[in-house]
């Protein structure tokens, strides 16, 4: 039967028909692509030639592979890269191997004549692994996105609420302010009406009272009146009577007289029962104001019992809108606290897509546990040089290793950097390195050793001693750092420089 065919990682939408270090099995398509975009020119790109059959005509599992890049050597731009140093993990052209590859020997191969046997079903593992890692990463994706969505629906909604309370409030103060300012209109008004009242029957009043009082009177000469009081004591005394002359005349003026009396007699009766009724009449008016008078200050004290009740209610209005305005404060935090959570998903996001490039990688994690100390130092003569010592315990391979459950012994491998700004550069390379799993393996031997990066031991100033190792160190670091996929650009360049970290790739 013939074997399942492997898909392109890149595209998924043919069949392989090679494989790239850095991508995976790639498809015919995409075999082109990196024949002709500059950026996948620097990737190792192998082509599958054919499948063996063994002798009961089944598949052989096996599957020989051919190097088909157009890499450019990077010391010599003008040779192919056609050979790789498996101890430096680099390629090469033939100038190299002959000039700086000698004592790598054996291990240094023709990428043109080797044959590399895969084992396929560590390859569908691998695989298969990477199809759950790919749909995690959709899942938190979808995640990621319908939190987002529910993060703006909350938002929305909160400001929808708050600006809905806002016309709330605003119309509520307007209804209570609108009655508290007619009540007292009307009542002002119907305060002005009563003072009118009031000052219209005090005036009138006052004109009746004027009118129709007095203090005394005082009597002018009268014979009228002296003979009506003569009459009157008459009553009650004696008179004794004088006879001078003759009794004619006086008869006749005494009748005369009489007459007047009690004609004047009855005029000062009237007059007198008249005074009497304006005398009770004035006294019925002035009850009558003083219960008007009553009645206008019960309606003043009802007035103030009114303002003090507007005033309350006044006051429990401001209450509210002072409450209503610690609501929408608090609405005004919560939103806050959803566009903090917004920003934070966002940058959670930015980091989860930064690390997704490593993910890859990491599946194929080889670098056993180990520790990294970053310190400033000084060397013999007294001068700063960063110090990276990198510490590896004696531990067990796991599945990723060679020999699984096997011991494997560890060590302490030191570098030195200058205190610059290229060196420090460097040193955050070497760490991102480290994090990643792509500086260290387990050799052969079951010894931890250095994987395809390099460190340096020597003097770094040469301007003290005469050493142009240092220099070329570091153009060879950059080379290898950049054939790690490690470049200026895809590092965090404002990390804490010195620090001690442990990395496990488990």
Not at 110 to 122: A, Q, S
Not at 379 to 398: A, M, R, Y
């Amino acid at each position: 039967m013939a074997s399942k065919q492997i898909q392109c990682e890149m595209c998924g939408n043919e069949n392989a028909v090679g494989n790239c270090k850095s991508c995976g099995y790639v498809g015919e398509a995409c075999v082109d692509i990196h024949k002709s975009v500059n950026v996948f020119q620097t990737h190792t790109v192998i082509m599958h030639e054919a499948v063996k059959m063994h002798e009961d005509g089944t598949d052989n599992p096996n599957v020989i592979l051919r190097d088909i890049t157009e890499e450019r050597c990077e010391q010599h731009p003008n040779e192919k890269a056609i050979f790789l140093c498996k101890i430096h993990d680099s390629t090469m052209c033939g100038r190299c191997v002959h000039s700086g590859h000698r004592p790598c020997g054996e291990e240094v191969v023709d990428l043109l004549n080797e044959v590399v046997n895969i084992d396929c079903e560590r390859v569908n593992t691998m695989k298969s692994l990477l199809m759950e890692i790919k749909d995690e990463i959709l899942l938190l994706k979808n995640e990621a996105e319908h939190s987002k969505e529910n993060y703006k629906k909350n938002a929305d909604k909160c400001v929808q609420e708050c600006m809905g309370f806002e016309n709330k409030i605003k119309q509520r103060v307007h209804e209570l302010t609108s009655g508290i300012r007619d009540g007292i209109t009307k009542k002002h008004n119907e305060n002005l009406t009563i003072h009118s009242h009031i000052t219209k029957l005090c005036d009138e009043k006052t004109k009746i009272q004027t009118k129709h009082t007095f203090k005394g009177f005082d009597f002018k000469e009268n014979k009228v009146i002296l003979k009506c009081v003569f009459e009157d004591l008459e009553e009650v005394c004696e008179h004794q009577e004088e006879v001078t002359g003759s009794d004619d005349g006086n008869a006749n003026d005494v009748g005369a007289s009489t007459t007047k009396i009690n004609q004047t007699r009855r005029e000062l009766t009237v007059l007198l029962s008249q005074i009497k009724q304006d005398l009770d009449q004035s006294e019925k008016a002035r009850n009558a104001l003083c219960d008007e008078l009553k009645q206008v200050k019960q309606d003043k004290d009802n007035s103030e019992k009114k303002r003090q009740i507007l005033e309350q209610e006044l006051l429990k209005a401001k209450q509210g809108i002072e409450e209503s305005e610690k609501t929408r404060k608090g609405f005004e935090q919560e939103l806050l606290k959803a566009k903090q959570c917004i920003e934070k998903y966002e940058k959670e996001k930015a980091v989860f897509k930064k690390q997704i490039p490593h993910l890859k990688d990491n599946i194929k994690w080889t670098q056993p546990i180990g520790t990294v100390e970053v310190k400033n130092s000084k060397n013999e003569v007294g001068l700063p040089v960063i110090n990276l010592s990198f510490t590896f315990p004696d531990g067990i391979q796991t599945t990723h290793h060679a020999s699984l459950r096997s011991p494997y012994k560890g060590g302490t491998f030191m570098g030195y950097l200058r205190t610059d700004t290229e060196g420090e550069l460097l040193c955050r390379m070497l760490k991102a390195a480290f994090r990643r799993g792509l500086m260290f393996n387990l050799g052969k031997e079951g010894k931890v050793v250095l994987d395809g990066v390099s460190l340096y031991n020597g003097p770094v100033y040469t301007y003290l001693w005469i050493g142009p190792n240092y220099d070329r160190y570091i153009q060879t670091l950059k080379a290898e750092l950049s054939a790690k996929g490690i470049t200026e650009t895809n590092i965090d360049q404002t990390e804490k420089l010195y620090e001690t970290l442990t990395v496990d790739g488990r």
